[in-house]
Every structure is written in structure tokens, then in C-alpha cells.
């Protein structure tokens, strides 16, 4: 006979223990390998690490400097006219005084003609009026010269009456007369030659005045004849004529832009560097430029502290002797130094900064297994290094790769 075999109560829950054992150990296993609140795990071939150093900080900005000419004067056409004959062709290096093209103007020539007429009788009237002056001053003077020679003979006369009076030769009536006569022809020589000094004082003062409109009469006669010379466009300076685009029968107006003269052989950089740097950066500061694997000195010249883009503009001249082999619209590498090198506490110049800001990084612990995020104080910067001002030591570790998916983390656990 069969007997039934009662089931052990533990026995039958037994499989769900076990599953709740399980459960609770995978549970605390987890907890254990996670990471704490703030932290994320990442593995350590997915970030950069860095050494801090103390080392010589290289304050410079870097920048791309084009080549241009170091001096360029531009040609204006001084009158209008027709363009009857090119005399240079563009590029071609001219000297100064060269003449680029010559212009037919019919109307400011007859103009010229008409203005020419009328200033040279303008000059003739002048020229008359001084004539006159001067004629009437001499006319005074000889009326001077006259009247001393009247005086003189009239002193000889009373001089001889008076000895025959002496003798008895003479009466006194006839000396009387005589002597009135040398007193009349004195006085009257004071009188002309006080007039003469007037006179003169004041032709003087005339022939001043028209000296003066005949050199302005003058002047503008050559003006006007200089107006016709500026139908030839002509370069002030030498170098290398561009932008010279005439071509015979066009019509050019007055004060038309036709060409301009670049320096030959002279340079200057015009780089563009970023708006950061404007307030630290003045003329005369230190810059070096890369050529052919050697480096040239410059200096700035000239801010424009106009921003476009982000950038500025900084003209630099060459200290040392430009390189021969450069040309207009080349670029060239550029480091501006913005102050003295000297030792700071450096750090790479890496991703992080883009996330940071500078202000806080992630230092790596001892063993390399977390990296706790740390307050800083950055100062300088170049484009290898930055410049720790507090928060970190020489030989500690920090973390360099981008931050960007760490900016809500504290800590790192590098697995």
C-alpha cells in the first residue's frame, strides 16, 4: 500500500530564497562597481592626462601676416580728358615723374588760352603801374638833385658878393639880395627833399604791393599752364605701377582713381589676429616671422583697431632685411610677443580649455584611477600653454581631453 511522503516546508520555498539571494548580491555588486552621485565612469584610453610643469612661459600670439608693399601712393587724374595715348602698361616698374598716359581735353584748352589772355594784360597793367611809380620817384629825385645845384650856386654867389662888399665893391641892398637867395633856395631844398623822403616811403610801399600782385598774377598764370601739363598722368613715386586699367579713347574725370605704385622690394605684413588680444598689443612691440625655416624680426607699426570677424588688423615692418625671395599676397607665420619670458606653472594649451573656460580642470589622484574636478586660476596664454596661477602643483596630473560631456561631473573614474 502506497504512502503518501509529506513535503518539508523549507523545501518549498527554497528556490525563491535562492532568487532573492541572487537578486540582493547582484544588487550590491552593482552599487559597489558604479559610481557615486556626481561621478562618471570613463576608460582611461578615452581621455588625456598631463603633467603640470614648471617651465619657461613664451608670452606670443600667434597670427598669419600677408605680404604687401610697404609704401603705396595712389595716382589720381588732376583733369578730365580722353585718353589719346598709353605711354605705360600695368606692372611694369616705372620712375619718378613717369608718365602713364596722355589726355586730350578741347574745352580746358580754350579755357587755358582765354584765362591766359586775360592775366598776362592784368600783368601788363601791373607791370605799367610800377613803371609809373617808379617814374615819379625819379622825377622827385631829380628835382632834389636839381635844387641842391641851385643852392650851390646861389652859396657861391653870396660868398663872392660878400667879399666884394668888403672891399667896398658892392652896397648893401645887392648883398641883401643875395643872401635872401641862398635862404630861399636852402629852405626850398629841405622842403623837396622832405617830400622825396615821403614819396619814397610810399612808392616803396606800392612797389611792395604790386611786386606782390604781379608774383600772384604770375603764379596763376603758370597754374593755368600747368593745368594743360596735367592732361600728361604722371607717378609721384617709383615702384611697381598696378591697377593701371586706361585704355585709349576712355574718358577719365577729374580726380579719377587710374592706377597706384607699390613699393619694389620694400614689404610689410598686415596680420590678422584675434580681438582677444587688441588691448595687448601697441606699436612698437616685438613680432617674428617664419620664412624658409628662418625666422625675421619685425615690429608694429601700426594698429587698425577696427574688429571684423573676430579680428583685427596689425601692420609690421621688417627689422631685419625681408626675405628676397617673398612676393605681394604671400602669407607668412607670425608670433607677436606680448611681454618678457619668464618661469610659471604650464600647463597644455589642450581641449579642456574650450569647456572650462580656465577656471577648473579634472586632477588625476595618485594611483590613476579618479580624477576629482578642481577649482583654477589661469593667466596667460599661448597657443601650447597656459600659465596656472593657483590651484595646481608642479607634477600633479590633470586631465586634458575635452570636458564636454564631464561639465556636470565631479569626479571621473577612470577604469
Not at 603633467?51 to 603705396?72: I, S
Not at 616705372?94 to 580754350?110: D, E, M, T
Not at 667896398?168 to 636852402?186: C, K, N, T, Y
Not at 592732361?231 to 609721384?236: F, K, S
Amino acid at each position: 500500500m502506497d504512502r503518501r511522503i509529506e513535503r518539508k516546508p523549507w523545501r518549498r520555498y527554497a528556490p525563491w530564497a535562492a532568487g532573492v539571494a541572487l537578486l540582493v548580491v547582484a544588487g550590491v555588486t552593482f552599487f559597489l562597481a558604479s559610481p557615486s552621485a556626481g561621478a562618471k565612469a570613463v576608460d582611461k584610453e578615452q581621455v588625456q592626462v598631463a603633467e603640470v610643469r614648471r617651465a619657461p612661459f613664451h608670452d606670443f600670439v600667434p597670427a598669419r601676416g600677408e605680404v604687401a608693399p610697404l609704401q603705396t601712393v595712389f595716382v589720381d587724374a588732376v583733369e578730365g580728358g580722353r585718353v589719346e595715348r598709353l605711354v605705360a602698361a600695368d606692372g611694369a616698374l616705372v620712375q619718378p615723374g613717369a608718365v602713364l598716359a596722355i589726355l586730350s581735353n578741347a574745352q580746358l584748352q580754350r579755357d587755358v588760352v582765354a584765362q591766359e589772355a586775360a592775366i598776362s594784360g592784368r600783368i601788363s597793367d601791373v607791370r605799367g603801374q610800377l613803371l609809373q611809380v617808379q617814374r615819379s620817384r625819379a622825377d622827385r629825385q631829380r628835382e632834389v638833385e636839381q635844387a641842391r645845384y641851385e643852392l650851390l650856386q646861389a652859396e657861391r654867389n653870396r660868398q663872392t658878393r660878400q667879399s666884394l662888399h668888403a672891399k667896398g665893391f658892392v652896397s648893401d641892398a645887392e648883398l641883401r639880395i643875395v643872401m635872401q637867395e641862398a635862404e630861399f633856395r636852402r629852405t626850398r631844398l629841405a622842403a623837396l627833399e622832405a617830400s622825396a623822403r615821403q614819396e619814397a616811403a610810399m612808392a616803396r610801399r606800392q612797389e611792395g604791393e604790386i611786386q606782390q600782385t604781379l608774383q600772384r598774377l604770375e603764379g596763376n598764370l603758370s597754374a593755368v599752364r600747368r593745368s594743360l601739363d596735367a592732361l600728361e598722368i604722371r607717378v609721384p613715386a617709383g615702384g611697381r605701377l598696378t591697377a593701371f586699367q586706361l585704355q585709349p579713347g576712355q574718358t577719365v574725370k577729374s580726380g579719377e582713381r587710374v592706377a597706384q605704385v607699390d613699393s619694389e622690394g620694400a614689404y610689410k605684413l598686415i596680420a590678422q589676429i584675434d580681438e582677444f588680444y587688441l588691448g595687448r598689443i601697441t606699436p612698437n612691440q616685438s613680432a617674428t616671422a617664419t620664412h624658409g625655416g628662418r625666422a625675421y624680426r619685425l615690429r608694429v607699426d601700426r594698429i587698425l583697431p577696427q574688429v571684423s570677424n573676430g579680428r583685427f588688423q596689425a601692420e609690421m615692418a621688417f627689422v631685419d632685411p625681408a626675405p628676397a625671395a617673398i612676393r605681394r599676397g604671400q602669407s607668412l607665420e607670425v608670433e607677436v610677443t606680448l611681454g618678457a619670458t619668464r618661469p610659471a606653472i604650464v600647463i597644455p594649451n589642450d581641449p579642456f580649455m574650450e569647456a572650462s573656460g580656465g577656471s577648473w580642470v579634472f586632477v588625476v589622484d595618485r594611483n590613476g584611477k579618479r580624477a576629482e574636478r578642481r577649482t583654477i586660476r589661469t593667466g596667460r596664454r599661448n597657443p601650447q600653454e597656459v600659465e596656472v596661477l593657483s590651484g595646481l602643483k608642479p607634477g600633479e596630473r590633470v586631465v586634458t581631453s575635452s570636458y564636454d560631456a564631464f561639465t556636470r561631473h565631479n569626479r571621473l573614474i577612470l577604469r
